[in-house]
Nanobody
Framework: QVQLVESGGGWVQPGGSLRLSCVAS????????MGWYRQAPGKQRELVAG???????NYADSVKGRFTISRDNAKKTVYLQMNSLKPEDTAVYYC??????????WGQGTQVTVSS
């Protein structure tokens, strides 16, 4: 069984920071690619940041230079450090695990709200 448990979401003022965490159960974390996605009201779910099993990262253009994805295989945890947050970053953020590009697992989602 695989389960992804997210934490760290909440409300923050523009320019502030949040750190999201996603803890995975099961034994396939180290060999899996991980990603953070977000979905704002009325919009499609989009990839925010991804990290491969080998540690390679990629980011959406809208968050480059502001967000950092990282992973700790010992803790089976993936993080998303979000700095210089903007109102347009407001969305539900989802953690995803992809094993062998075949099996996908999703977290429950955590709300991030950026407003004054």
């Amino acid at each position: 069984q695989v389960q992804l448990v997210e934490s760290g979401g909440g409300w923050v003022q523009p320019g502030g920071s949040l750190r999201l965490s996603c803890v995975a159960s099961g034994s396939i974390f180290s060999g899996s690619a991980m990603g953070w996605y977000r979905q704002a009201p009325g919009k499609q779910r989009e990839l925010v940041a991804g990290i491969s099993s080998g540690g390679s990262t990629n980011y959406a253009d809208s968050v480059k230079g502001r967000f950092t994805i990282s992973r700790d295989n010992a803790k089976k945890t993936v993080y998303l450090q979000m700095n210089s947050l903007k109102p347009e970053d407001t969305a539900v953020y989802y953690c995803k695990m992809s094993w062998r590009s075949i099996y996908n697992y999703w977290g429950q989602g955590t709300q991030v709200t950026v407003s004054s």
